[in-house]
């Protein structure tokens, strides 16, 4: 049998209270609850989840953080941590933040998080805690983690919404080229010198060390099977790897250059890497090969290729090089979709967003581009780094985009 509906008497009632007592009622818990149970006591399931929302801080958050983030994405921020922390439905959770926000006198949009058509940027904060070059950044599934990467050997993980650090990693005796989370969340991967670190992010502690490139590792990604993982190091070759084996389950070679870019099809059949032999090669990991037998080989750049992004549907593989241009080539085809020209020095990174519909780059311009994917035009150029941008990221509802530079900060941009 369905639940009942959730009633707003009770959300009304807090409001009243709110209204004669005042704002500091939320310091006391115990005495939310006694008053509550006194007027309205029928309704127990509306009042736990007005308890569980006030212990979870969502009072104090909806008056703290409001005047700071974009509504919708202190909205959406709310919900997931009650359903995370609580066990909720989404939809009680939301009925929870949003029956705070009324008696708070905090408005809130009705829809949480923005359109997906997204044409307009605006810097929400920056992050600041490396001591030297951020060099990877990326989100995790939960959109509000985000990873990243320094120069300065460690890894930090932020709380995007809050802008706090939530737990560093490593103190390792290398810089860290590389991030990836899986598919999960509870895994990430690093690349530093030979070799790639895997950590267990729910307890902060360091998993395992794979141990096969004889070259600096500049790339590391994660397949949607949680436990496949490929990199690719300036030893000119890709290694697709069994995790939880700690064993490598093939090695791609036939690129005349340093490896710098890999990225793994959704579907996971294909590894596109990108190479300082001006190359996009894109691999079949269901075909045998011989040393230099590869599947496709992507020309047309001038100079070195620094980065390779697949789009979400798979359709599309973007790629940014040091000839200044980033390229969107059709996967099945091989054939250039789109040139983007804007950046005015090399470009050092790419991503697609959730939706498929936006790209961005960044590169030692010091800028940030966004391209509409379909048509090839530029959107928006954010112009706030002051050194080399080394990575960008969009988080998984297309609500931020961030940025990470050479100048040791990274950049959150609102989407919207």
């Given at each position: 049998m369905p639940d009942r509906e959730l009633d707003n008497f009770p959300r009304q009632t807090l409001q009243q209270l709110l209204q004669t007592y005042g704002s500091t009622l939320c310091e006391s818990p115990r005495r939310v609850r006694g008053l509550l149970l006194d007027l309205c006591g029928i309704y127990k399931r509306e009042i736990n989840l007005l308890l569980l929302a006030l212990q979870e801080n969502v009072a104090?958050?909806?008056?703290?953080?409001?005047?700071?983030?974009p509504r919708q994405l202190l909205s959406g921020y709310l919900v997931r941590r009650l359903q995370d922390n609580y066990a909720v439905t989404a939809e009680a959770a939301r009925w929870a933040v949003e029956s705070w926000a009324y008696a708070l006198g905090v408005s809130l949009p009705e829809n949480p998080l923005p359109p997906g058509d997204i044409l307009y940027s605006?810097?929400?904060?920056?992050?600041?805690?490396?001591?030297d070059s951020v060099t990877s950044i990326a989100f995790g599934p939960d959109r509000y983690l985000l990873a990243s990467a320094g120069a300065d050997d460690v890894i930090h993980l932020w709380d995007v919404v809050r802008g706090v650090l939530v737990l560093t990693l490593g103190w390792l005796d290398e810089?860290?080229?590389?991030?990836?989370?899986?598919?999960?969340?509870?895994?990430?991967?690093s690349g530093r010198g030979y070799v790639v670190d895997l950590w267990d992010v729910r307890y902060g502690r360091h998993l395992r060390t794979l141990v096969g490139h004889t070259g600096t590792v500049r790339s590391v990604a994660f397949s949607t099977e949680r436990r496949i993982l490929?990199?690719?190091?300036?030893?000119?070759?890709?290694?697709?790897?069994?995790?939880?084996?700690?064993?490598?389950?093939?090695?791609?070679?036939?690129?005349?250059?340093?490896?710098?870019?890999v990225a793994l099809h959704p579907e996971q059949h294909y590894i596109a890497s990108g190479s300082w032999d001006r190359t996009v090669r894109i691999w079949d990991t269901r075909q045998t090969y011989d040393r230099q037998n590869i599947a496709r080989v992507l020309e047309g750049h001038t100079n070195l290729v620094n980065s390779v992004a697949f789009s979400p549907d798979g359709h599309y593989l973007a790629s940014g090089s040091s000839d200044e241009t980033v390229r969107i080539w059709d996967v099945q085809t091989g054939q250039t979709v789109h040139i983007l020209n804007a950046h005015t020095d090399s470009v050092w990174c790419v991503a697609f967003n959730a939706g498929g519909n936006l790209l961005a780059s960044g590169g030692q311009d010091n800028t940030v581009c966004i391209w509409d994917v379909v048509r090839g035009t530029l959107l928006a150029t954010l112009a706030e780094h002051t050194l080399?941008?080394?990575?960008?990221?969009?988080s998984p509802d297309d609500a931020l985009l961030a940025s990470a530079s050479y100048d040791g900060t990274t950049r959150l941009w609102w989407l919207h």
């Open positions: 104090a958050d909806l008056q703290g953080l409001s005047a700071n983030i605006e810097p929400l904060r920056i992050l600041e805690g490396h001591t810089g860290i080229s590389s991030v990836a989370f899986n598919l999960d969340g509870d895994i990430l991967a490929v990199s690719g190091a300036y030893d000119k070759t890709i290694r697709l790897w069994d995790i939880y084996r700690g064993t490598p389950l093939r090695v791609f070679e036939g690129h005349a250059g340093a490896v710098e870019a080399y941008v080394t990575s960008v990221a969009f």
